[in-house]
């Protein structure tokens, strides 16, 4: 018998899972993506406005119950979430389900470790099996409600389905019952924010959303866990998410496959500090340039056909003076970037990069033109046609992406990225510390407190 609402059977889900439930390789993938988040995290803490988001947070309530990667202020935990979810995603370069378009680890990390901070300074533990296992259902309701979604984006996903996988993850390490953690859901969606006008534009707010939603899961946990009793029909109701933020989904789809595919299974890595849509031009190109050995000076012209997403969400033009954040999201200037460097790092976003003749010179001769794809959340495939000045002409299809599950980052990529990130923090934590993170992701299961993951994370651990 169909149940009301879906939301109704990721209760149940939730609920019922168990650790010894989960296969090997979904706990593999949660290890990874969780290093992998540290590690932006740590990085992002140089992001535009981070330092000003955690003064301003200090401002609004005192509370010492977790801390700032690698900053060390001591907040709330709603408040300490919103910072580290926001220093997660400010650099665009954490992990994302493709198929869901959902920075599906960035709002769950950031609010499952304040509150597991939180629940040390009470004198309760959140153990590292914990910790996985609400990482693994947290991913799991947040990407399967978005692979049912059969419309494009209207509002920022990565927040909002965001939010869904927090609250599971705080409801499971919480041991919340059934009826409060539906409460949570519907508190949490309450609150639901997200914006894709702040997308368009290339505004610094757009990180800043699923710091919001990471604050409003702690506290729609924290409300729910008090008493507060919410709607019940908050993903197919009239004014539930699937109608109200998406607009059609298939319930099938939404459904048909909890406890069958685990959804953190299907996680890509970012290889590069851009949104996602910019990564299979940006891939395209550097196989193309290592298999025929040109340069960036060699090339005529450039066209890219893509999906309508990716044409939509990076397709902007090239101007001649960018912010980071829109530079992120212009599939042009990182692509140019890529091609005169081959490669992609942080500093493609310095003053200097952005405003460099050469790297303006060749993005204002990339077209980017649209498929025929049908599927309003596709990302792929990408082909790239790119013209050299000699009259050589050369073409690739991008089917995965580099770091997609189909065409994975190595162990050792994955660990040189993390320890990157590490070491170009604002506030290093040092080559120890980074080495001890590894080998406690690597050990979580027999890890009996997870604010030593955050200890490793303080300016100068080690």
């Known amino acids: 018998m169909a149940s009301p609402d879906a939301i ?11 650790l010894e439930d989960i296969p ?10 969780m290093l992998d988040c540290f590690g932006v995290g740590l990085s992002g803490g140089s992001g535009p406005w981070a330092d000003e988001m ?20 001591k ?27 959902v920075h ?84 949490a969606y309450g609150q639901m924010c997200g914006t894709m006008q702040a997308h368009t534009e290339g505004s610094m707010l757009l990180g800043m959303q699923v710091g919001f939603n990471a604050r409003n899961a702690v506290v729609a946990c924290d409300m729910a866990a008090a008493g507060l009793e919410g ?24 459904l048909g496959s909890i406890g069958k595919i685990w959804r953190i299974t299907e996680i890509s890595h970012k290889p590069f500090p851009s949104g996602r849509a910019t990564h299979g031009i940006v891939d395209g190109c550097l196989r193309l340039q290592d298999a025929h050995g040109f340069t960036a000076d060699e090339v005529e012209s450039i066209v890219a056909t893509v999906p309508p997403l990716i044409h939509h969400l990076v397709g902007r033009p090239v101007e001649t003076v960018m912010s980071t954040n829109y530079a992120r999201l212009c599939a042009m200037y990182v692509t140019a970037h890529a ?13 200097g990069n952005l405003t460099h003749p050469e790297n303006q010179e060749l993005a204002r001769r990339i077209q980017i033109n649209i498929d025929d794809n049908p599927d309003p959340n596709a990302l792929v495939p990408v082909t790239m046609n790119v013209t050299l000045k000699n009259g050589a002409v050369h073409n690739v299809t991008v089917d995965d992406m580099y770091g997609a599950p189909g065409n994975p980052m190595t162990h050792e990529a994955h660990l040189d990225k993390f320890r990157n990130n590490c070491a170009i923090a604002p ?36």
């Open 231 to 254: 709607p019940r029909n908050i993903l197919e109701g009239p004014f539930g998410y699937m109608n109200l933020f998406e607009g059609a989904y298939d319930r099938d789809v939404l």
């Open 339 to 351: 091609l005169r460097n081959k490669g992609l790092g942080v500093d493609a976003y310095d003053a």
């Open 54 to 73: 955690i003064a301003l947070s200090g401002q609004w309530g005192q509370g010492d119950d977790a801390r700032v990667w690698g900053h060390g202020q």
């Open 8 to 18: 109704d059977d990721f209760v149940a889900h939730v609920i019922a899972t168990n």
């Open 104 to 187: 599906c680890m960035t709002v769950l990390l950031g609010s499952a470790m304040s509150v597991a901070e939180r629940q040390h300074g009470k004198g309760t533990a959140v153990s590292g099996k914990d910790l996985l296992l609400a990482a693994v259902l947290g991913v799991d309701v947040a990407c399967h409600i978005a692979v049912g979604v059969s419309t494009g984006l209207k509002f920022f996903r990565p927040g909002t389905a965001g939010a869904f996988a927090a609250v599971t993850a705080i409801g499971k390490m919480l041991n919340f019952d059934a009826d409060t953690l539906r409460h949570a859901y519907s508190t």
């Open 427 to 462: 506030r290093p934590i040092g080559p120890v510390a980074t080495e001890a993170l590894i080998d406690q992701i690597e050990d979580l299961e027999n890890l009996d407190d997870v604010t030593k993951l955050v200890d490793l994370m303080m300016p100068g651990a080690g």
């Open 75 to 101: 907040l709330p935990a709603p408040a300490a979430a919103l910072c580290n979810a926001y220093q997660i995603h400010n650099a665009e370069f954490d992990c994302v389900h493709e198929g869901a378009v």
């Open 24 to 33: 090997a390789e979904a706990i593999r993938a949660a290890k990874t993506f």
